[in-house]
């Protein structure tokens, strides 16, 4: 009978042992840093779409310490090899993923059927799960004002546009510039040259070349890398970089550029898989909530045109005046955006059409 109790009593330590071990375990592995994986189409160069971004990852990392882990993967082109690299993430234990390319729409919502405890964040793209968020800029506001400034500085009224792909996001770019060009010099005309991709500082270097020979004198882009600006620096004519600063690609180019903050969003959205109070939603930041802004003025600017600029800013930060108020009218002559109307956040999602001003056809 001894031996029963003392037997008794020993498996009874065992499993309170065992019990302790498996809360420690459990204890530990809740003040793990959380880990959040990054996906980048481009390298991270020194400026633009990538770069700008990968400064939003380092102010997760400075922001909330060793509260996370964050790893990021460059270079990665859309379709097949993106489905591959997110789904090596989620493996990877990462709890939140941000895929970072228009590109990366579908192929970051299949990996989301198969990883139901990941939270996913898209940035610009418009398909949402229960567990894939989507998010984007009203970069609209930046190219506007972007666009009044390259209208003013213009003495030939012919502006370039290096473009990537002719989806609705590059469109309303393309628009919104050319509208905040028309603005202050309505005699203004913009030329496109698109290259069909995100990254290729050779075609988006001829391409800005190309337009030069036609007479343009300020150059802009919706593409990642300096090609644009090294090309105007070359060729002494004026150029408006995206995403970030872009300066270090051309000095005395370089007029401004219209610049992401991500940084706030990654440490709201992180912070919200912690605290377990995570959704899926679209987030549109802009002016208003410094998610967006300006770099600064090339120092040769005149100061009346930097302050048209800096009061336009004001006026759309505050509400009281948006880019595509009608009214707008298309190439052909006819009224898109009624007076009196503005476009939605939902609108401007499936823009196909170009404003008054736009010089060629719209791909299809």
């Not at 190309?210 to 343009?216: E, K, L, S, Y």
Request: charged fraction near 20%; hydrophobic fraction near 40%; aromatic fraction near 10%.
């Amino acid at each position: 009978m001894l031996a029963i109790r003392k037997y008794c009593l020993f498996k009874v330590l065992i499993i309170s042992l065992l019990g302790l071990g498996w809360s420690a375990i459990a204890l530990a592995n809740k003040h793990d840093p959380l880990k959040v994986a990054f996906v980048y189409v481009g390298p991270v160069d020194q400026a633009g779409w990538t770069y700008s971004h990968d400064q939003g990852r380092k102010y997760l990392e400075e922001k909330l310490g060793n509260k996370v882990k964050t790893t990021y993967v460059e270079s990665v082109p859309e379709g097949a090899d993106a489905e591959r690299v997110i789904t090596m993430l989620a493996k990877d234990g990462n709890k939140l993923i941000f895929t970072t390319s228009f590109g990366y729409m579908n192929p970051t919502l299949k990996v989301a059927k198969k990883f139901p405890d990941v939270k996913f964040e898209h940035a610009s793209g418009y398909k949402r799960a229960k567990n894939v968020s989507t998010y984007f800029n009203r970069v609209y506001q930046g190219r506007y004002l972007t666009g009044i400034l390259a209208g003013m500085m213009t003495e030939s009224n012919l502006l370039g546009y290096v473009a990537s792909f002719p989806i609705p996001e590059v469109v309303r770019g393309i628009n919104a510039f050319t509208l905040g060009a028309r603005s202050v010099n309505p005699k203004a005309e913009v030329k496109v040259v698109w290259v069909s991709s995100w990254y290729d500082p050779g075609k988006e270097s001829d391409a800005a070349k190309t337009m030069i020979d036609m007479g343009v004198d300020v150059i802009t882009q919706h593409t990642d890398s300096g090609g644009p600006i090294s090309a105007a620096e070359k060729q002494d004519v004026l150029a408006i970089g995206y995403h970030s600063d872009m300066s270090v690609y051309g000095k005395k180019a370089h007029l401004t550029a219209t610049e992401h903050n991500w940084g706030p969003h990654y440490v709201a959205k992180t912070l919200a898989v912690l605290n377990g109070t995570w959704t899926s939603e679209d987030v549109w930041g802009g002016l208003s909530d410094n998610a967006l802004d300006l770099s600064t003025h090339h120092k040769d600017t005149p100061r009346h045109y930097s302050s048209v600029v800096k009061h336009t800013k004001s006026l759309i930060a505050q509400g009281k005046l948006h880019p595509f108020a009608g009214p707008i009218k298309d190439q052909s002559g006819k009224v898109r955006i009624p007076a009196g109307k503005a476009m939605s956040d939902g609108e401007m999602l499936g823009m196909k059409w170009y404003v008054e001003g736009v010089q060629g056809k719209l791909p299809k």
